[in-house]
């Protein structure tokens, strides 16, 4: 029986498992969402929720304990100064977890997990009109900047044969 047993193994020894879960978290803050297995992206998630909780107090020992488990400065800061303000509102789940199917070698199930104040950048969608001003613009300076780039190489070549001839 599995009674009080908290957390999967996955396999692994402990070292590993935590070296794994570290970069998955920092990997999660960085990209604001990861591909990965279910069963990962499971334990993951509560990994990700205890961390943004330590980042809400915003306290310097809890940068401390939060560098301690992701050592990494950058992501640190990124979750003490962009992630962590967004959820302040919120008591809990700050990650969600979509089911993609399997994966293709070995059957695995795999999952998306996110932050829930993840958003896509939406690109912005171009008439006809600036797309074509775009490719124009593109195209035609180059053929220019490559002629003039010629004749600029060989004026000096040209004016280098002279002074020679001039000395001889």
Known sequence: MRHRVAGRKLSRHTKHRELMFRNMLVSLFQHERIRTTLAKGKELRSLADKIIS???KNTLHARRLAF???RNETIVKKLFDEIAPKMKDREGGY???YKMGWRQG???PLSL???VTYAPEKEKKKSTVEKAKEV???VAPKKKEKKEKKEDQEKPAKAKTKKKTEKE
């Open 54 to 56: 330590l980042a809400k």
């Open 68 to 70: 301690a488990r992701l």
């Open 95 to 97: 990650t969600r977890i």
């Open 106 to 108: 070995d059957g695995a």
């Open 113 to 115: 997990v996110e932050l």
């Open 136 to 138: 124009l613009g593109k």
